[in-house]
């Protein structure tokens, strides 16, 4: 067990809505990222952290911001969703760098925009 | 920076048969290799992954992979396909900096009984 959970696992939206997905941990990790896959794409880096407050911008970054208030979530806005954002989210973390530290996965969350 | 390139989107064996799924890995830096298994609707687990401890790398669910420098490649091989086996399969590398893996576009894998 990887200790993440995100929330909500399925929600269908419309475009020009705001969304937040939540990922929450409980071993106490200190770097977390947010990856969308889509088909023929694999997993994209969207945004991660490297600490509380502490982020940074991935491959896919345009329209999503992130929050890290504390140590064990990791929020993921959509500004204002659209079509082209429906996908599959997935957070992961890992407790540091070095090449011991795997990186665990959340189950994903299922967006549609519609 | 980093990339990885996975060889063929889909791979088909028998039952029994060997499974091999390639991937090549571009790395300025000494890379940290991984590969990840994917089942329907679930999030990714971890099969294994390259230390530089040891060139062979032992997994899960008898998987395992080989480090060559010189082909900058991390094979999967499974000497003997299970139905279960079927998945998708991601290969990824670290860099060894906060911004967690680059993954290659992945590899499903059929099993044919």
């Known amino acids: 067990d990887a200790g993440i959970t995100q929330s909500p696992r399925h929600k269908v939206t419309e475009t020009g809505t705001p969304v937040t997905l939540r990922c929450h941990q409980t071993?106490?990790?200190?770097?977390m990222y947010w990856y969308r896959q889509d088909p023929g794409h694999g997993l994209r880096l969207i945004h991660y952290?490297?600490?509380?407050?502490?982020?940074d911008k991935g491959e896919v970054s345009d329209g999503y911001s992130v929050s890290r208030s504390k140590t064990e979530d990791f929020l993921l806005t959509l500004e204002s969703a659209t079509s082209s954002q429906t996908s599959v989210y997935f957070c992961?973390?890992?407790?540091?760098?070095?090449?011991?530290?795997?990186?665990?996965f959340g189950e994903g969350s299922w967006l549609t925009v519609v | 920076a980093q990339s990885v390139t996975q060889l063929g989107s889909h791979v088909s064996v028998s039952e029994g048969a060997l499974v091999l799924l390639r991937c090549n890995y571009s790395?300025?830096?000494?890379?940290?290799l991984f590969w990840y298994v994917q089942y329907p609707n679930q999030g990714l687990q971890l099969l294994l992954k390259?230390?530089?401890?040891?060139?062979l790398v032992k997994g899960i669910n008898g998987f395992e992979a080989e480090f060559k420098k010189s082909e900058t490649s991390f094979h999967l091989t499974k000497p003997s396909a299970h139905m279960s086996d079927a998945a998708e399969y991601f290969c990824?590398?670290?860099?060894?900096?906060?911004?967690?893996?680059?993954f290659g576009k992945g590899t499903h894998l059929i099993i044919q009984p």
């Open positions: 390259y230390t530089s401890a040891a060139t």
């Open positions: 952290s490297y600490g509380v407050k502490d982020t």
């Open positions: 071993e106490n990790h200190r770097y």
């Open positions: 992961a973390a890992t407790t540091g760098q070095g090449t011991g530290n795997t990186i665990y």
């Open positions: 990824a590398v670290r860099g060894g900096g906060a911004d967690g893996l680059t």
């Open positions: 790395s300025s830096v000494p890379p940290y």
